[in-house]
């Protein structure tokens, strides 16, 4: 999908008044939750009233029950990124930073409020145009489980190309490409349950970031790797996404990985405390790469048998 933008003025991504109540919800705007670890492939339905709405408090015809809590995950958020910009969402457990995301690349459909991106609103776009975007302008990473345990490590990459409309041939040769910039080259032929925790990371930013989407949204990109690892996977994460101006949203409980991104904001109780709008693309932090302002799509590794940013450790 075309992603020129047709509202030059439009930031990258707006959100308005961003409300999830999860007692409200239809049942298909809910169901992606599950998905901390899901592949987004399909999508909620827009305009799906949900015929099964049940007000906060009760139970219908089980009278004396006591109703489940009231779930305001989102509370009327506003939140805009820009270009290139990268952010960091923080807050406590249970504060609504998941369903944030979800809500903002379009899985799951708010209970109230609007998500634009580009200045077009995906309330108002049809399920196959909001999976396109999701294909074509969006790419995910999350804590774990997102490649396909039965595809080789090259035809993971290649595989949301595929998807888009590319053919097998030209996808894959593009991921032996990203595995090559990636220094990943030697696990082409691997299968995930062959990798690391922190190789099949690799493997899954390469993947999201191989359909150059103007906005990569990542749920705890890292929690399941040990520190050193988890720096050098945001590093490897943030530099690809610098070299495609990418947008970047990444849910983290970890400050260290806050630090990589040029904002933070902070969720509790489904508000959103992000201060005013700042947009600051192209100057992400990225402590354990000072390097950060060379192309490593363009500059010569010190050594070309390692990749662009040291290879794998
Ligand atoms: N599908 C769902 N159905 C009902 N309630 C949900 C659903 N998904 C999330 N919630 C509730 O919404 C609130 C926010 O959840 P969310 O996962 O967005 O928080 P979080 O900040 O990402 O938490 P964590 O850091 O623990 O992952 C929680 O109270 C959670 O129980």
Same mark, same amino acid.
């Given at each position: 999908?075309?992603?020129?933008? $047709?509202?030059?003025?439009? &930031?990258?991504?707006?959100? !308005? %008044?961003?409300?999830?109540?999860? *007692?409200?919800? +239809? @049942? =298909? ?16 339905? $827009?305009?799906?009233?949900? &015929?099964?709405?049940?007000? !906060? %408090?009760?139970?219908?015809?089980? *009278?004396?029950? +006591? @109703? =489940? ?245």
């Amino acid at each position: 999908m075309s992603t020129t933008n $047709p509202y030059p003025a439009a &930031p990258l991504l707006a959100a !308005a %008044g961003l409300t999830m109540d999860y *007692s409200a919800a +239809p @049942a =298909a705007s809910v169901g992606a939750k599950a998905g901390r670890n899901a592949v987004p492939v399909a999508s909620a339905s $827009p305009g799906t009233v949900g &015929p099964a709405a049940v007000p !906060a %408090g009760t139970m219908p015809g089980l *009278s004396g029950i +006591p @109703a =489940a809590p009231h779930t305001l995950a989102l509370d009327h958020v506003d939140f805009t990124l820009g270009d290139g910009e990268t952010v960091a969402v923080m807050g406590p457990s249970g504060s609504g930073k998941s369903t944030l995301l979800h809500a903002l690349a379009g899985i799951i459909r708010p209970t109230a409020g609007t998500v634009a991106f580009r200045g077009a609103d995906l309330g108002a776009m049809s399920d196959a145009q909001r999976t396109a975007l999701r294909r074509g302008a969006f790419g995910f990473v999350f804590q774990s489980g997102q490649l396909l345990p039965e595809l080789p490590a090259v035809e993971n990459i290649a595989l949301p190309m595929m998807l888009g409309g590319v053919g097998y041939r030209e996808a894959t040769d593009a991921a032996i490409l990203w595995l090559e910039r990636l220094g990943l080259r030697h696990l082409a032929g691997q299968r995930p349950g062959e990798m690391s925790g922190g190789q099949m990371q690799r493997i899954a930013i390469a993947r999201a970031l191989a359909v150059r989407p103007a906005v990569v949204f990542a749920d705890e990109p890292t929690g399941a790797l040990d520190q050193a690892t988890g720096r050098d996977v945001m590093a490897i994460l943030m530099e690809a996404a610098r070299a495609n101006g990418s947008a970047v949203v990444v849910v983290t409980h970890d400050p260290n990985v806050a630090a990589f991104c040029s904002r933070t904001v902070m969720m509790r109780d489904g508000r959103l405390d992000g201060g005013p709008y700042a947009p600051t693309p192209s100057s992400p932090k990225s402590p354990s790469s000072p390097a950060a302002a060379a192309d490593p799509f363009t500059a010569q590794p010190a050594d070309p048998g390692r990749g662009w940013i040291g290879g794998e450790r």
